[in-house]
DNA sequence: CGTACGTTTGATCTTTCTCAATAATGGTGG
DNA sequence: CCACCATTATTGAGAAAGATCAAACGTACG
């Protein structure tokens, strides 16, 4: 168990886009007990049927949680960028219902369950942060059921691509005219419920459309509004703004 | 503003079903003022675009949020039953980004989202049942994301039904054999991303093969493990367990 | 420089959608 | 109780999006 204080500080970045904090509630986020390490991809952060008692918070490379059906295909059912707590989802749960795995290499910082929950006892403002971002996180599991139960394939691809480079932009990692994707074309069928080779064709179309250039794993967006028009895509559910909808500090009651 | 003790004992009990609560707490959640209301099918509860201000406890009836594509599809991303609290998702967040509507007619019981907030201030072990919830109706949108991504319409419905059945049951509504099923075809289509054509269709061939029964809006299961095989309907995405994890210390080690 | 992984392509097949009717059903006013 | 209307359920025929199968092609890297 490390203290210094660096690494976390990304993590409460995350947290302070959309609820800003005290002085006294960031130090006490940046003085969390953590443990730094480097993952390999596709290493598990938490696994489906165990009691998640820690939490991966994302300082660089991506993550993503699956879900799998009886007959082993697998969906993914968000994708987690650098800066984000992996873990947020399972605090209160005993036994985690999916699984959390690394999308590419990257350093994380372990902190354990039982200090998070501690925090957000102690500092509400804290937990208010916590429950705005496990709120976010909802709403976007909410757009990828639409996404994946009412749009047509091209649809889909385009307004996963617009979703990644908001949430990038958001985090400052990259802008919305292009950036590294770090996922093969296996895992986005699996990230939009298609085949692999589906999603091959309609890459394809989108570039031959204008609409996407690639070259090796990176996309950009020669046309971003037309982009958006065609991924049917609102951030809306993003609510990228702070969130200034809680009223009051908190006085004092026991 | 009522302030009746009765109708909030159903939320109470809703919430205690993962989360027990001390004497004190409890009588803090059922002195919550609320409005009491009966509303009809397909009254708005939340509409996407505005700022939720209130919560409405449903104390009868059935209710659901939708999502909508840009060219007027439907999604239905949740099924709310009795009991439940169809506005925690928006606890926090500025504003709402789809709608909730009643499926049913039914009672419901208009709680203010500031005193909501207050309550979970005031009462952190109220907050953490409130957050057990969230998180639970989380575990459900993941699991809706894999049911649409990635299972066939069949596989599909009969997931959509065992889930339903074990809620219903939970709260002490129905039993996992039969139930008033109160959706048309064409609800179940926007909940499972198909069209009512289709649903239709399944529908009849799972009874066709003695896995369902219908009658009117009655469903049964004739063969409740063979149903849940077929809708490869593993429960512990529902967490239904009293979840202890936060109150005690792990036996384990990290 | 060979192996593993990811991408691309073609041909064919299936599930599910679409379009279009027709039948039930439930609720309403008379 | 009946006639009427609006939903909802059911059925059929044809079309289409996407899946499946199979193979070839690139590329990174030990």
Known sequence: MTNTKGPLE????????????SEADRSAVL????????????????????????????????????????????QIV??????????FQNLLLDVADHSVQMLTRGDVAFVARRDLQELIRT??????????KILVEAAIFREWVLNVGRRDA??????LLCE?????????????????LPMTQEQLADATG???????????????????????????????????????????YLHLEPQLSVTEPHPRSG
């Open 78 to 87: 968000a994708i987690h960028v650098p800066g984000e707590a992996t873990d």
């Open 194 to 236: 298609l085949t692999p080779v589906h999603v091959n064709r309609v890459l394809k179309a989108l570039q031959a459309d204008g609409l996407i250039q690639r070259s090796k794993r990176n996309v950009s967006f020669p046309d971003w509004e037309r982009l958006r028009q065609v991924g049917d895509f609102n951030q809306r």
């Open 10 to 21: 990304l993590l409460l970045r995350n947290l302070e886009l959309r609820t800003p904090l």
């Open 31 to 74: 003085s969390l007990p953590f443990t730094p390490k480097t993952l390999e991809p596709s290493t598990y952060t938490v696994r489906e049927g165990d009691p998640p008692d820690r939490c991966a918070v994302l300082l660089s490379g991506f993550a993503y949680r699956q879900k799998l059906t009886g007959d082993g295909d697998r």
């Open 123 to 132: 500092r509400p403002a804290v937990g208010q942060a916590v429950l705005v």
């Open 164 to 180: 990644f480079a908001l949430r990038l932009e958001a985090e400052g990692l990259a802008d919305r005219y292009g950036y590294e």
């Open 154 to 159: 091209r649809t889909r691809l385009a307004h």
